[in-house]
């Protein structure tokens, strides 16, 4: 999708029509990764809405917390991806649900995409939740476009030494995972340098 709201209307659990089936579906696949040791598992869960008394957040929540208890009975934790909303909408969802097997991957680069937040001010707010981080970086969105732009590690908004750096003042010791969304030789350059730029802060 190219605009924040087909997102939101399609993605995840959030969006009414799709969500039972879905989470159906996301149980069968945390049996089936359980079976191999899987012991995280990290999804978008679509564009939790920011006000908390919004039915569908009311809806959303007991839901959620359902599959978590289910994650928690197959020995896993559950990660929240950060995409579509704010940093302060996800730790009040966390406490909200209210188990202890819930996290967040920190994915810097979709907070500038979709123009939620500074990556620095979700490490202040999300920090203590943080298990696991992606290493993609992005140019905030400007007026004429629904969306910002994904980039090469290091080359775009993402300070990522001074974000490294406040993962480990919160405690963080989990994994940083490079993602790149292209496909080919390109991508795998990519990777490459990113892997080579980000070592000294790790």
Aim: charged share 30%.
């Amino acid at each position: 999708y190219n605009r924040l709201e087909e997102g939101a209307s399609t993605v995840g659990f959030i969006p009414e029509e799709f969500r039972a089936k879905r989470l159906e579906l996301a149980k069968r696949f945390s049996d089936l990764v359980c079976e191999i040791g899987v012991r995280s598992i990290t999804s978008h869960v679509g564009a939790i809405p920011n006000d908390p008394k919004s039915p569908l957040y009311l809806e959303f929540v007991p839901a959620m917390k359902k599959f978590v208890e289910y994650c928690q009975k197959n020995g896993q934790i559950f990660c929240f991806e950060t995409g579509q909303e704010l940093p302060s909408t996800l730790k009040r969802t966390i406490i909200d649900i209210g188990l202890d097997n819930i996290g967040i991957n920190l994915d810097p680069a979709n907070l500038i995409l979709y123009g939620m937040a500074h990556p620095l001010d979700a490490v202040e707010i999300l920090g203590e939740y943080v298990r696991g981080m992606h290493a993609k970086d992005a140019l905030w969105p400007n007026r004429n476009e629904g969306l910002g732009i994904e980039v090469p590690v290091g080359k775009g908004e993402v300070d990522f030494p001074l974000l490294l750096s406040k993962l480990k003042e919160k405690g963080f010791k989990g994994p940083v995972t490079i993602e790149r969304e292209i496909s080919g030789e390109e991508q795998k350059k990519d990777i490459l340098e990113a892997k080579k730029f980000l070592e000294p802060y790790l």
